[in-house]
T-cell receptor
Framework: DAKTTQPNSMESNEEEPVHLPCNHSTISGTDYIHWYRQLPSQGPEYVIH???SNVNNRMASLAIAEDRKSSTLILHRATLRDAAVYYCILRDVLNSGYALNFGKGTSLLVTP | DTEVTQTPKHLVMGMTNKKSLKCEQH?????MYWYKQKAKKPPELMFVYSYEKLSINESVPSRFSPECPNSSLLNLHLHALQPEDSALYLC?????????????FGQGTRLTVV
């Protein structure tokens, strides 16, 4: 299975942009890059996903490197409610990889 | 309806008890999952059901017994658990055999084994 590497923790000020990096140097051509987050005492929730092109949705943006070996989740204006653990996960339907296998994730602290 | 509903929210059981966790979704998803999450750790995949058939068992001890009676319902039967099995048990669902859609998670059942 292709693995991801994320910083253990990051800190941001409220209302500032946050860039959460993820390295996935062994990514295969059929791996989708997914991001989920888990707020305290809740189940994980979907944030965004992409394959090759950058993606935007109401929650965040996903910037994917041209060689796809890394990606960055961008929260445009962090709020206190964005404090969570963010997981970058590779998902590949070809190798029964449609199940999400979580790595350690990045714990994001947002300060007022 | 984009919810995955898990019941109960909290469960305390003794080591000789038998109990069941329940998970329900009405999104037409044909892949359903059980995860176990210990405090301050990421969720760990336990089982995957695809079209009501067990497709992945991540070497989970037999004291955990999954069941998928229909396409909307997933159960996890618990028997003779140990205190170290205390954890948050999460259920999830997604469209089957595609990596291009999101998975939906329930809020979990917090299990305490005494």
């Amino acid at each position: 299975d292709a693995k991801t590497t994320q910083p253990n923790s990051m800190e941001s000020n409220e209302e500032e942009p946050v860039h959460l990096p993820c390295n996935h140097s062994t990514i295969s051509g059929t791996d989708y890059i997914h991001w989920y987050r888990q707020l305290p005492s809740q189940g994980p929730e979907y944030v965004i996903h992409g394959l090759t092109s950058n993606v935007n949705n109401r929650m965040a943006s996903l910037a994917i490197a041209e060689d796809r070996k890394s990606s960055t989740l961008i929260l445009h204006r962090a709020t206190l409610r964005d404090a969570a653990v963010y997981y970058c996960i590779l998902r590949d339907v070809l190798n029964s990889g449609y199940a999400l296998n979580f790595g350690k994730g990045t714990s994001l602290l947002v300060t007022p | 309806d984009t919810e995955v509903t898990q019941t109960p929210k909290h469960l305390v059981m003794g080591m000789t008890n038998k109990k069941s966790l329940k998970c329900e979704q009405h999104m037409g998803h044909r892949a359903m999952y059980w995860y176990k999450q210990k405090a301050k750790k990421p969720p760990e995949l336990m089982f995957v059901y695809s079209y009501e058939k067990l497709s992945i068992n991540e070497s989970v001890p037999s004291r955990f017994s999954p069941e998928c009676p229909n396409s909307s319902l997933l159960n996890l039967h618990l028997h003779a658990l140990q205190p170290e099995d205390s954890a948050l048990y999460l259920c999830a669902s997604s469209q089957e055999r595609t990596a291009d859609t999101e998975a939906f998670f329930g809020q979990g059942t917090r299990l305490t084994v005494v």
